[in-house]
């Protein structure tokens, strides 16, 4: 780039729980600007993990399922495409932090939208516990960007 890069934002914390990362993630969620309806589907998400699980274990916290949920859908490594000498290889790299964190959100948000419960709460929770169980599309995700990886592995000296 000619100029220099832009800075980065800071990104307020969620009114809930004080937590960027929640912030971060209903910002992917948002559509149309609707900022209040998606931390309405957000908050509601959790309270709904809340009740579903407080059967099982009464000191369940929402925000701990999510954040394991996320933790358990974020990359390590992913595969680029590089063009050497008229073909094109899959190259492993390692995935930036933010990258990480954006990719896992993004997947998440996806796979809850293509669910078949009735509203995008619904939807959201059963995603997040799927997901923190290690189960659930996500998951299967970032499985198979890892077996991409790991297959490809022979043109890791490709990198760039």
Not at 88 to 93: A, G
């Amino acid at each position: 780039m000619r100029k220099h890069k832009p800075k980065k934002r800071d990104i307020l914390p969620d009114p809930k729980f004080g937590d960027t990362v929640v912030t971060k993630f209903v910002n992917n969620l948002m559509y149309s600007g609707k900022k209040s309806l998606a931390y309405e589907i957000f908050y509601g998400a959790l309270d709904r993990i809340e009740d579903k699980m407080k059967k099982d274990d009464p000191s369940v916290n929402g925000l701990e399922i999510f954040k394991k949920a996320l933790a358990n859908v974020t990359p390590g490594v992913e595969v680029k495409s590089r063009r050497v000498g008229g073909a094109t290889f899959q190259v492993p790299t390692e995935v930036r932090p933010e990258r990480k964190m954006a990719l896992g959100m993004k997947w998440l948000i996806n796979f809850s939208r293509r669910r078949n419960e009735r509203n995008m709460t619904d939807r959201l929770a059963a995603e997040f516990m799927a997901a923190a169980k290690g189960e659930g599309a996500a998951v299967k995700r970032k499985d198979d960007t890892h077996r991409m990886a790991e297959a490809n592995k022979a043109f890791s000296h490709f990198r760039f």
